[in-house]
C-alpha cells in the first residue's frame, strides 16, 4: 500500500520537484542511468501505457504508480487531467516523475507539461529519452540516413488531435514532406493508409519502400516490408493501440541487409566494463 496521499485542497507545504522523464522505445536496457536514478527516488510515478513491464518493475515498493497512458482513439485521459495531477502531487510536496515512452518532447506532450509546471512554479527537470523515431527502425536495420540515399528525414506523427484539443494540431503539409527523404511516422496503426494514400496525392512514388515495424525494439518485434502504393491500398493489419511505426523511403531497402546480420548476431556479447575501461588506456599503458 502506498503512503503517498492525493493532494488536499487547502495544503500549501513546501512544493516537491517533477521530473519529465523518457523511458525509450520499449526494450528496458535502452532505459538512461539518469532515469533510473529518478525512478529510484519517487514519490509517485505518472506512466504511460507503452512503458513497458520490465521498466514499471523497477519502480520502488510503496510509490504510488498512476497509467495515465492514452489509447488511440478509445478511453483516454486528457491532457488538461494529467497536468492537474502532475502539478497537484508536486505542489502538495510529492516528488513526482512523469514517465513517457520514447523522448518526452517528441510526440510526448512533454512541452505541455512543462509549461503547466512552470506556470504552476514547480520545480521541474527534464530526461531525455532514446526516441523510437531512430531506434526502431535501427533495430530493424535500417538507418533514417545513409550516404547516397538519405540526407534528409522528418519525424510526423499518424495521429489526430483529441477531441478536446479540436483545431490546436496543425494539418500535415504532405507536398512537403513528400519531398523528404525519409519519413518516420509515429502512432501509424489506425492510419497507415491514409499516409500512404496522402503522400501519393501529393506525389510520392507508388513503387517507394516501405517498412512497418511493430513492437519496436521489444522480443515481439515485427517488420513488414511493402511499398507505398500497396500500403495504400492493402492497408496493415495491426491492433490499434500496439506501437507501430512506419519507415518511409530507400533507407528501407537496407533492412535485408542489415537487419538479417543483426538477427543472426542477436543476443551474442555484450561488451565486459573491463573492455570499456582498458579502450581509454594510452597505448602501451
Known amino acids: 500500500m502506498s503512503t503517498v496521499e492525493r493532494p488536499q485542497v487547502g495544503e500549501a507545504p513546501a512544493p516537491g520537484h517533477a521530473w519529465l522523464v523518457g523511458a525509450g522505445p520499449g526494450d528496458p536496457e535502452l532505459l538512461t542511468l539518469k532515469a533510473l536514478r529518478v525512478i529510484e527516488a519517487a514519490d509517485v510515478v505518472l506512466h504511460d501505457r507503452l512503458v513497458s513491464r ?27 487531467r494529467i497536468n492537474e495531477l502532475l502539478v497537484g502531487f508536486a505542489a502538495a510536496g510529492h516528488d513526482v516523475v512523469r514517465l513517457k515512452g520514447g523522448d518526452p518532447f517528441v510526440f510526448g506532450r512533454g512541452g505541455e507539461e512543462a509549461l503547466a509546471l512552470a506556470a504552476a512554479g514547480i520545480p521541474f527537470d527534464i530526461v531525455p529519452g532514446v526516441t523510437a523515431g531512430v531506434a526502431v527502425p535501427e533495430a530493424a536495420g535500417i538507418p533514417v540516413t545513409h550516404r547516397g540515399l538519405a540526407r534528409s528525414v522528418a519525424f510526423v506523427t499518424a495521429e ?21 527523404d525519409t519519413l518516420v511516422v509515429f502512432m501509424a496503426a489506425a492510419r497507415a493508409t491514409a499516409t500512404a494514400s496522402s503522400l501519393l496525392a501529393a506525389g510520392r512514388s507508388p513503387a517507394t519502400p516501405v517498412a512497418v515495424l511493430v513492437d519496436g525494439t521489444l522480443s515481439t518485434m515485427r517488420t513488414e516490408l511493402t511499398d507505398l502504393g500497396s500500403l495504400a491500398e492493402r492497408g496493415i493489419s495491426v491492433q490499434v493501440g500496439r506501437p507501430c511505426t512506419l519507415v518511409i523511403g530507400e533507407v528501407v531497402t537496407l533492412a535485408p541487409r542489415i537487419g538479417a546480420a543483426l538477427s543472426a548476431a542477436s ?19
Open 267 to 285: 543476443g551474442s556479447r555484450v561488451p565486459r566494463s573491463a573492455r570499456i575501461a582498458h579502450a581509454d588506456r594510452p597505448a602501451g599503458g
Open 54 to 80: 520490465q521498466i514499471l518493475a523497477l519502480i520502488p515498493t510503496g510509490v504510488l504508480r498512476l497509467d495515465v497512458g492514452k489509447l488511440g482513439y478509445g478511453r483516454s485521459m486528457f491532457q488538461d
Open 160 to 180: 489526430s488531435a483529441e477531441p478536446a484539443d479540436a483545431g490546436t494540431e496543425r494539418v500535415h503539409d504532405w507536398a512537403a514532406l513528400a519531398s523528404i
